[in-house]
């Protein structure tokens, strides 16, 4: 089977004349086969004519375009059709005949470029070919001669089936690609959204801190060094970000997504918000797309909660059940306060998508006392 697979591929790589050529050579062979001689394509009614030597010219032809016949498919059709016209006229009635009608099969399919003059002068060409017919004694019946000519309009027709069919696949495989792509930047988005906001808004907060505290030397230092450890784990972040972006880039191995929502709670707390972390049950092993969820979830409360409540109470509860992690983000707030100051909505639009995608539920909104709270359930997937 292998071995097959491999002779196709090979086959499939070669030019298209290449690939043509057999079939031009069988059906030319085939048409100087002495038992198969008068058995071809007869049109007109005129006596056959035993093979000589302008034969031999009139199957060459026939059958030779047929090696451009996707190509050049209007060059491939004309020269194959002034043949079969001499091989009729000659009565040779050849085997290659035959090449006439996937001529037409091939140029409905392939021909790019005036299809439709193409089509109205073979039409022409046909009316003047039984004329000369007739001229020549043609016994044929006017029945025979519509039907005939009806017959190549069909093998027009299968071709152009074929190029239409073709197109909608390409079409639907354009349309797929540029979803995947679109998907794939909504994607790297997201996740520069979750990992970049998050630690500039709490080094922004923390360097805003430090400017009032000047005249205290120590605090000054912890603040900086809480800027500090920001940033490098804004770098590490961004880092296994990359890792997952690009798994083939450098021997290191890919880092897990991030979930030790304690850390990022002293984080938030280092930037100067309150935050209390209520957490209920042991999260399970082999919960990584959960985990991860519930951790972004909870990452960008805390973010909006430091950029639009900052110094305000903020309570961060998870609670791990058989089939699902429930999570909740309540942040104080006052009239004074706004809780809302019209972000872009990225990473909540972003988290609502996060958790539909594990057939979750995500819901954020102001509180009757101007606060604000994030609630989001998401599925663990363990049916027990």
Known sequence: MNDLRRIHDRWRRLDVTLRDAPLAVLLAGASLVPAFAGYGTQIGGLPNRPLDAPAFAVIVLEC???????????????????????????????????????????????????RRLT???????????????????????????IFFYLALALGWAVGAWLRHTRSIEAERRHRIAVDTRTAE???????????????????????????????????LDQALTAVTGTGRRAITDLRQLLDLLDPGHGSAPVAPQPTDLSALVRQARDAGQPVELIEQGTAPDGLDSA????????????????????????VVRISHHTREI?????????????????????????????????????????????GFVVRASIPTGDPT
């Not at 009729?88 to 790019?112: E, I, K, N, R």
């Not at 043609?138 to 029945?143: A, F, G, K, L, V």
């Not at 790297?188 to 005249?215: G, N, P």
């Not at 309540?330 to 609502?352: C, N």
Request: with cysteine; hydrophobic share 45%; proline share 4%.
């Open 291 to 314: 985990e991860s969820t519930a951790y972004r979830v909870v990452q960008e409360a805390l973010t909006n909660a430091m950029k639009y409540a900052h110094g305000r109470a903020t």
């Open 119 to 145: 089509a109205v002068l073979l039409s022409v060409g046909y009316l003047l070919f039984v004329l000369v017919l007739v001229r020549l004694g043609s016994t044929e019946r006017p029945d025979d001669l």
């Open 64 to 114: 030779v375009p047929l090696v451009v016949r996707r190509r050049r498919p209007g060059v491939c059709v004309w020269l194959v059709a002034v043949g079969f016209a001499l091989d009729q006229f000659l009565g040779y009635h050849t085997v290659a005949g035959t090449a006439l009608l996937l001529a037409l099969v091939s140029a409905g399919a392939h021909l790019d470029r005036r």
């Open 185 to 219: 930047r909504t994607r790297i988005a997201r996740e520069l959204h979750d990992v970049v906001t998050h630690h500039v808004t709490a080094m922004v907060v923390q360097a805003e801190s430090a400017r009032y505290l000047t005249a205290d030397p120590e605090r």
């Open 326 to 370: 429930s999570v909740e983000v309540i942040t104080e707030g006052s009239a004074a306060v706004p809780t809302s100051p019209g972000g872009s909505g990225r990473g909540l639009r972003g988290l609502d998508e996060r958790v539909q995608i594990l057939g979750g539920d995500f819901t954020a909104g102001s509180q009757p006392n101007g």
